[in-house]
């Protein structure tokens, strides 16, 4: 394997150890060995702070509005310092979320990140998932009728 194949190997292995320890089980002090301190979500949700504890806070916020949530690598690529996963998660509704107050509502959203990393660490992030979807399923949006 060529140098630049073990990196993207390796960098694949970073967003996979990050969705598996940190957002599924909840290990958020495990972020501090994969993400960068001046981390940067260029697609933060409503109020996300930056950095690697801005983005602890907001993990924790969604464990919390969603304590059995799961997330599910359907495809990930690596070309050069960037990981694209697109993903799949699923959650039952039992806390506030965004302001919406908890449904019991079980989830399955889809989505895409765009993950750049920097010295083995993720340094920035752009997140894309189908909140509309969300908000139709938790009740807050009318689904189209069909």
């Not at 969604?62 to 697109?86: C, L, N, Q, Y």
């Not at 959650?91 to 399955?108: D, M, Q, R, S």
């Amino acid at each position: 394997m060529s140098p630049i194949e073990n990196k993207q190997v390796a960098n694949k292995q970073v967003i996979r150890d990050f969705l598996e320890e940190v957002i599924n089980h909840g290990r958020l002090e495990r972020a501090d060995a994969l993400v960068k301190s001046d981390f940067i979500e260029l697609d933060p949700l409503p109020g996300q702070q930056q950095g690697r504890e801005g983005l602890k806070e907001i993990i924790g916020h969604i464990r919390s509005a969603f304590p059995d949530t799961h997330w599910v690598v359907e495809e990930m690529i690596a070309e050069g310092d960037k990981v694209v996963t697109r993903f799949h998660w699923t959650g039952t509704h039992l806390g506030p979320f965004l302001g919406i107050p908890a449904t019991g509502k079980t989830v399955k959203v889809v989505g895409v990140v765009i993950d750049r990393l920097e010295e083995g660490k993720m340094a920035d992030s752009r997140i894309l998932m189908n909140e509309l979807s969300l908000m139709q399923q938790l009740g807050v949006i009318p689904s189209p009728q069909g």
